[in-house]
């Protein structure tokens, strides 16, 4: 017998309380008739449960017949954040319910390690450091050989959504000439972001720093091999932030290996990467276990990313914070969901 | 018979092209009259040579009697840029010549580094990829469990000269709340750089992440003690970037070593440090030796800015780019000259 | 013969002329074939033509069956860029054809003269020039009594989409308090253009400078009137830049002949205004014949948005720099739309 | 019997009052020893007032022997900020008496109106506020033949000083390609303005509005003749905002007429202007009778710059927020001192 608008909510491998820091949680119980199930549980609701939802929290799969049976639904908040072939996206399109993602989140926590790793490869930081703990440190400019700025340099970005976004907020105290490469992206946009749109082999040959963003893609899988870090300019500094499914990673290795290039790089072929890969000793290329969205923060801003989205759509408006699934990309993605938070 | 204005060169430990890219230092020699000479050497030269020079590119050391005989001085440029007690400066100002210094070029590159500290000690860039190469990497949130964000963070900078102003340039980006303290400088003039000014306890307590960039002088020697370390938030960065001694370093190491706050830091109280020294050792400490501001480039920079100055003066106008001593503050200064470059 | 994408264009009162530069206009030609006709010559165009159709430049009246007949459509963009209730919206919703106006092109011109017009109250810089032509002008600080700056003031924006943002872009050298209203908005976007969300009352009464940039909805007509205005601090300026239909105008300018605020319009509640209307003849309220968008340079930004959105879904993207008009707010909307460019 | 150090306060024609809000005079005069007087009672201060005088708020006319009475001087605050030839500037400088302007205060007010100017050229605000209340107002595109954006446009400021650095702040939001000219600046410091240094010619020829804010010297009286307004683009606009010494103004008047340019200036050759001056009937030319800067909170403003500094030099600091007269170019402006506020 109530007013209040039904959720289902079934956001593993998120939770609730992952998502929602404890006053927003209570605020999302206060306004919400919350159904929390899981989803093996969610097909097996009360069939008037499901005509009476307008929200969905989490990414359950769907068959058509089921999303048919949610009458009022308006809105399935995909809280892990990556588009799963799980359910017919079509249908929701048609009916004007929107999918959306959360995934915005990870872009300042991911952007700022990421600047991180350019001035750690730029200046050696990690390496002196551990240098100077074996009790091999050089001092002052003997220690600085390969030493470079990023002040007035040229750095690309290769992916401008969220995340490269979030990459050239961070740059303009630096005064870099900022290049960026994004197919799926009208160059006006780019060009709002301060970053000037350019093919790849310019923005390869081109940056002495480049930040690689790019989600995979049903047409982008290993498209950066042996020939594009070839390209690059020698010394120059490639930061991988997206998904190692973007490059071929073993051509990576012989690239920085040769001394032609730098790295650092977030994410693996296989994760977790063996305890042999030669990755592991391969100077120049800086290691990150897969760490640099999984923020605490990061998942307690996607519970205020939701919370605004509702508001809006429970005032028939549509939502604006977080992204929305579309027709004509929802898919061609190819990342796979984490399986862990 | 020449009407060029004449330089006496004798800048050790820098060199002419150390200071000078090879175009400059062609048009240095093309348009002026250089005579090349040492600290020693100096005294020694003709009474005319002295007599005529316009511009000294050194920190000699210079007599009252010496420094009277040369009577076209207009400006001696210290490109050690440590401001010695080799000379009398009140004679100097009472005649009008300039003693200028080029220090300001470390502003950037050290700034670039400490930013790369401070992202570092957030997110534990260096330690992560020690962990990985030692096969004992934490993945995914299992490793971020001190991870913090930059973003919308409380940031300090204590000191807001040339260094704290390059500090203060490169963090709009992070959109910070920006705070600051230096006693010798116009509150207002803080606020031009985006940072409020605020007493040192106040910086202290409430900074996450703290910027110290303050130079030594005869009054701030060790200010920086164990009750100042106290007073940081649990799990602040402290970084220190100007001089060792403006800290107690033993208490800096216990405040890191009882896990109060992590701590990086350039400069060190002996350098080269001894091989025993316990701030090898110590987990949350990030080391570097001495090599914040050793670019090549950064000196390179410094003969560009003579060069700007040269012709400033040469036009009857008052140099600009470097920074000026002042009658007020030269004999504060207490940091000691380098021997390397 | 032709395997170039069919566009259908009748985007009067606007002309390919006017929309396209000479060399976008021969682009467009030789990218598409192009059928050109009028909103009355649509329905009469071949069926073959209606059914390989995939764009239409223009907003004719589209009934259900006419639609249903195009059945290759995928972008229909509305050049005039006022949603009309004159199409089945919903249907082409259904099917996924995109709706998209380009009147954001409008953003930039009109910000600037709203500035201009915030600038011209603030310091009186068009009746001080009337004043010094009639030989009354008055000299020095006689001539400032009511001058203020905007630099450091509290200046807000109602109405937070493509306009207000544009507002927004052009005032950080001002270092204001910025303060936003904008129900339709989510307060992190808000937020993300530097905006502090705030209610409408707090807009009110809190900025010197208001800018006025909300468009006409079926909820907001004539929603500022004489209590709204007497909110607002004496002395504050009204800067009216959207639609002369949010306003009670009577109010308005009562609001202003009192002397309690200050105010600009480039919107009337006729246009032209008859000859006799006393708005002509009111010190404090500067005038603007609907000028403020209508710069040749607009429209042809209009093109150029046109042609990047279309390469877009000539690659199965969907269009990003038009705005797409959204299920739930195109009935909304009350503009009337321009009869002459 | 006081430790307060002494002040001799001769402001005029500015007035404590006009230089310090309430709670500031208060303080003033709780912290400092205030001897009020005029230029003509000064000399005639008793012996030992003189000699114990560590400031003066004022621009008196010293005699040598009278600044050599003076034993305790440190700063003269000359709040007129014209540097006039009435003291021994070299006797000053001798002792390391810091003689400062406060004129900086006015940068900000001139910048805004300059930029309020400069909008209204480009949009004609004031034309057609005086063309609607005459009956013959143009609508929409038929009143915006001339009319041109900033935003993308490129802007000249002709001399980087306090005012050119003003105006500077105020332009990014408009993304212009900014190029300045200032032949007393070095390169360097302009581009830390984000400007890019050009010579005089370039300026001239590359700019479609052009900020004139170079003060009047001994060098540069009349520089920009008729060929200087020839070198304009057609229909650029031709702000001028320090003094109308450093123009022709016979032959500005000329390029405005003869429709080459536009123009818009706060300065006129004679002040006030004769009643039957032709600028009063000049089109094209924008009015303002020497009221840029003339703004009660410009004044107050002074007097906390006073403060500022006054508390550094009580503590044994050189000055920061004023602007200290150089040796080398004291004697060399010519801008006539304001005889009224």
Chains 1, 2, 3, 4 share one sequence.
Not at 108 to 114: F, K, S, Y
Not at 116 to 133: E, Y
Not at 149 to 176: C, E, N
Not at 193 to 218: I, Q, R, Y
Request: glycine letters at 8%.
């Amino acid at each position: 017998m109530t007013e209040r608008p039904l959720i289902i909510s079934c956001p593993l491998p998120r939770t609730l309380p992952l998502l929602f820091a404890p006053d927003l949680l209570r605020d999302l119980f206060d306004r919400y008739d919350v159904v929390e199930t899981t989803d093996e549980g969610l097909p097996a609701l009360p069939a008037e449960t499901l005509a009476e939802a307008r929200y969905i929290i989490g990414q359950p799969p769907l068959s058509e017949d089921l999303l048919a049976r949610m009458t009022s639904l308006r809105c399935i908040f995909n809280v892990e954040s990556n588009l799963l072939p799980n359910m017919p996206y079509e249908d929701a399109f048609r009916r004007g319910i929107h999918v959306v993602t959360t995934g915005g989140v990870f872009a300042e926590p991911v952007a700022e390690i990421g600047l991180g790793f350019a001035l750690s490869l730029a200046r050696n930081i990690h390496g002196a450091d551990a240098d100077f703990r074996a009790g091999r440190e050089r001092w002052g400019g003997e220690g600085n050989q390969a030493a470079r700025l990023l002040t007035g340099s040229t750095i690309g970005i290769l992916g401008m959504g969220a995340l490269g976004q979030a990459v050239a907020r961070l740059l303009p105290g630096f005064r870099p000439r900022l290049l960026a490469h994004d197919p799926w992206q009208a160059p006006s946009v780019t060009r709002g972001f301060g970053a000037e749109p350019v093919d790849l082999d310019t923005l390869l040959s081109s940056c002495s720093t480049l930040f690689v963003t790019a989600a995979v893609t049903s047409e982008n899988q290993g498209f950066l091999g042996a020939e594009a870090f070839a390209r690059m300019p020698r010394g120059a500094s490639f930061i991988l932030l997206s998904r190692a499914g973007v490059v071929d990673f073993d051509a990576l290795m012989e690239a920085v290996r040769s001394g032609h290039i730098q790295a650092a790089s977030d994410v693996f072929p296989d994760e977790p990467l063996p305890a042999d890969h030669p990755a592991r000793e391969l100077p120049g290329f800086l290691l990150s276990a897969h760490r640099a969205g999984a923020l605490d923060s990061a998942f307690k801003h996607m519970g205020e990313m939701v919370m605004e989205d509702l508001d809006l759509l429970d005032r028939g408006l549509p939502p604006q914070v977080c992204k929305r699934a579309e027709r004509e990309t929802v898919a061609r993605f190819r990342s796979r969901p984490v399986a862990v938070n």
